[in-house]
């Protein structure tokens, strides 16, 4: 069985730095906010090309964080409306509703899964304060129109980044040149890479993410001074010193532990995603069926495919035949979230692009373990069906 991700074979990689890691850690006595945290914020900070990053306990609550935090410095109050694509993971989603706000559902651009900017611009009301631009499967949204929308109309602009670490916005080089990628963001500043195309970004370590943690993670990102010292009390209880409460705070850190492997796996980043782009561009250059429809890739490195998602009519028929044949897929995602019933409020909006998106998409295998035989093998199974 070709399964849909091994994430044993991914950490297994790391086997030995891992259990020389947990032995240190086991022996510091500090399990909380201590060390490894602090460092891994740092190093993050550095990839991402921001000022800051605060570690939080999940992607979910990163963003919740972001969102209360604005609601703490005056600039969100509760109800205001924030325009979110209507075709995300509904985390994105649910972020806003925690936060006492009112997410606005937004078409997204059929051929590339991303936020529409023309649909941005027709939902905006005096109530709007805030756009929530996901990077929906690890590809970028359009940034620079969001942000000149959001210029013009002197709204807030959140990433949803969890699904694309390390995705650069308009870098020309060509890929898979994964040396060239490292070499250009170690010398160039001021990247503009997720997580650094906003007011602040929310990312997961959510073991399956491109950086993916052994358990529960998370992180906002953000050049916002007063942004990024509000949040780091928010995360802690609201706690600007030991039993000293400024805001009213929540328990959302990230775990030392996860932040050790996460130390470990941060180097490793580009690389993975450099195999993840090769493997796209393989499948997209070698998959050759009239039936599937291709993923769009708007600009090179913007996209580093957390999944390799592909359309077919037929889907039940289609994932049936590659199960068959022992290759595992999966659906990003089987129900919209105004389908849900947590969301029943929302149930009758008129989303016809984001149902047809979710009736017809279905993710292939992609990782950076993969074996070139799986890979072939798989777009030889595509072929024939
Ligand atoms: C995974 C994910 C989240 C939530 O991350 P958790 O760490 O599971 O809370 C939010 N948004 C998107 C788009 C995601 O894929």
Do not use: W
């Amino acid at each position: 069985m070709i399964k849909f991700q091994d994430l044993k074979l991914i950490n297994s990689r790391y086997d030995a730095e891992f259990k020389e890691a947990y032995k240190r850690f086991l022996n510091s006595g500090c399990y909380i906010l201590g060390d490894e945290v602090g460092t891994f914020e740092t190093a993050f900070a550095n990839y991402c090309s921001t000022k800051y990053c605060i570690g939080t306990g999940n992607g979910l609550d990163a963003l919740v964080l972001i969102f209360n935090a604005y609601k703490v410095l005056g600039k969100l109050k509760g109800g205001d409306e924030v325009i979110v694509p209507a075709n995300t993971y509904i985390a994105s989603i649910l972020s806003v509703i925690h936060a006492g706000l009112k997410p606005v559902l937004v078409e997204p651009d059929e051929s590339t899964f991303n936020i529409s900017p023309i649909e941005i611009k027709k939902a905006i009301t005096k109530k709007t304060k805030a756009i929530l631009a996901v990077h929906l499967y690890g590809q970028l949204a359009d940034m620079q129109a969001i942000n000149s929308i959001a210029k013009a109309n002197n709204l807030l602009v959140v990433e949803d980044a969890a699904q694309a670490h390390g995705a650069v916005a308009n870098f020309n080089i060509q890929i898979p040149n994964s040396k060239a990628v490292k070499k250009e963001s170690a010398t160039n500043q001021s990247v503009l890479k997720a997580g650094n195309l906003s007011d602040a970004a929310g990312f997961s370590f959510y073991p399956s993410k491109n950086l993916g943690a052994l358990g529960d993670g998370g992180a906002v990102t953000t050049n916002d001074d007063e942004l990024a010292e509000i949040i780091g009390k928010l995360r802690n209880y609201g706690t600007s010193s030991k039993y000293v409460n400024d805001v009213i705070g929540y328990n959302s850190r990230l775990d030392e532990l996860q932040a050790t492997f996460l130390n470990i796996k941060l180097p490793m980043l580009d690389l993975d995603n450099a195999k993840r782009i090769s493997i796209a561009k393989y499948y997209s250059e070698s998959i050759k069926n009239s039936k599937i429809k291709l993923p769009k890739v708007a600009c090179n490195l913007s996209h580093v495919f957390h999944q390799f998602v592909i359309r077919v009519t037929n889907r039940d028929d289609f994932q049936a035949y590659l199960k068959s044949n022992q290759v595992e897929t999966l659906i990003h995602y089987p129900i919209p979230p105004h389908k849900q019933k947590a969301l029943l409020p929302y149930k009758s909006l008129n989303l016809p692009i984001t149902e047809a998106i979710h009736n017809t998409v279905i993710s292939i295998p992609i990782s950076p373990v993969m074996p070139q035989t799986e890979i072939e093998k798989i777009v030889e199974l595509i072929n024939a069906y």
